[in-house]
């Protein structure tokens, strides 16, 4: 089993990232879309949040998780290819996050794709998904999260939608029928949460809501 995936340029407009499939496809990123389309009770807790911080601290902060999730990004993806992951380049917190996931990766026993572009012509969405691989035996997506705090269920609804986006978007292109959802998310000085998930008919329409409400929008 192989796939042939190609990559597609990104632009920005108007605050959205947009991939450019073809001279007449142009695709938001299913991560601007969940951005986008959020219930304004999230929007407010954000925006709540950023003026009790302050601009400056709320751009520090989120600048860092940008990074942490980036740098543990690419170690993972440099040793899921067999290669040196190059620890020392990258700071001790986020080298003891990666090597907390480093048994949880030993689970995975085929690597068919990473950073691989995915779009929907039905969902009218694209998106850069972290892994598509066989785990403990599954055609599976695997999507990388880092937090500097443990996380509840709850709280990671959207991070669901995201990888039921990538799993649609893969059987859309390939005729798959990937299922299986993992969550694997690096905790700063915890143990890391894997949260596992199934594709189910209640996730695809909420995923559909907001896809049509982001669109509602424009």
Request: net charge neutral; charged share 30%; with cysteine.
């Amino acid at each position: 089993m192989t796939f042939t995936y190609l990559d597609y340029p990104t632009v920005n407009v108007e605050g959205k990232r947009i991939y450019v499939i073809s001279d007449e496809k142009y695709y938001p990123s299913v991560t601007t879309v969940l951005g986008q389309s959020q219930e304004k009770e999230k929007s407010s807790v954000l925006e709540n949040w950023r003026r009790r911080v302050g601009n400056k601290e709320a751009d520090r902060i989120t600048n860092d998780a940008c990074t942490r999730g980036t740098n543990v990004h690419l170690m993972l993806e440099r040793a899921l290819r067999g290669d040196d992951p190059k620890l020392m380049e990258f700071p001790e917190s986020h080298r003891n996050i990666f090597n907390s996931l480093k048994l949880e990766i030993r689970k995975i026993n085929s690597v068919f794709g990473q950073e691989v572009v995915l779009f929907s012509d039905t969902l009218r969405v694209a998106g850069r998904c972290d892994l598509v691989a066989e785990y403990q035996g599954t055609l599976t997506i695997v999507d990388y999260k880092t937090s500097s705090r443990v996380k509840s269920i709850d709280e990671i609804g959207d991070y669901w939608l995201q990888a039921c986006a990538y799993a649609l978007m893969h059987n859309e292109m390939f005729g798959t029928d990937i299922k299986k959802m993992v969550i694997m998310m690096g905790v700063e000085n915890k143990m890391p949460m894997v949260f596992k998930k199934t594709l189910d008919d209640e996730l695809i329409l909420k995923l559909c809501e907001r896809v049509s409400t982001f669109y509602e929008r424009l």
